[in-house]
């Protein structure tokens, strides 16, 4: 039972913190990254697929990205599908290629982006705390149903406390490098 309440708890809080980080790394902190475009959904072959299963994305420089798009076609569908995903993101072709500016943050904006991150952070915590309480939950039910005993209860309550704890910390360590990353950028 201890064995399958710390897998249990681990397997959901990861998830949780997975989640929080793709959240996060799509916040921009006016560099060129990956993430920024890479999950784009763009219309070809009559169906919706990620800018990154149709091309190869790098980083051209500091501020610019470059997409090489193995089917050359699709470029006005790539160029529409960037303008369109409101990221504030500007996207030009050259020689075959397509350019994603990525512009200079203003100190409001990065003010905002701070204000977001931490709220999402608030809101994996909550998540966690709530997996943590469904699963001391389920055990509290067992103890009352007599299919395990008082000393069990508590020794799980106290793992799955000290996995919470541990899930929180990681989520309060990418919250203060995302605001380093957004205030020294």
Known sequence: MINYA??????????????????????RAGVA???????IKIECYGKKVFLNKISRII???????KINLFDKSLKNNVINSISKSNIGLTSYEQNNNIFVSVPFLTKEKRIQLIKFVYKEGENAKIDIRIIRRDINTKFNNMYLDKKINKDDKYRIEKIVQNITNDFIKNIDCILTSKKFDLENS
Do not use: G
């Open 33 to 39: 990254n990956i993430s920024l475009i890479e999950n």
């Open 59 to 65: 980083v051209h420089n500091n501020r610019t990205l």
């Open 6 to 27: 710390k897998n249990y708890a681990t397997k959901k809080m990861i998830f949780c913190i997975d989640c929080f980080k793709k959240k996060v790394d799509l916040i």
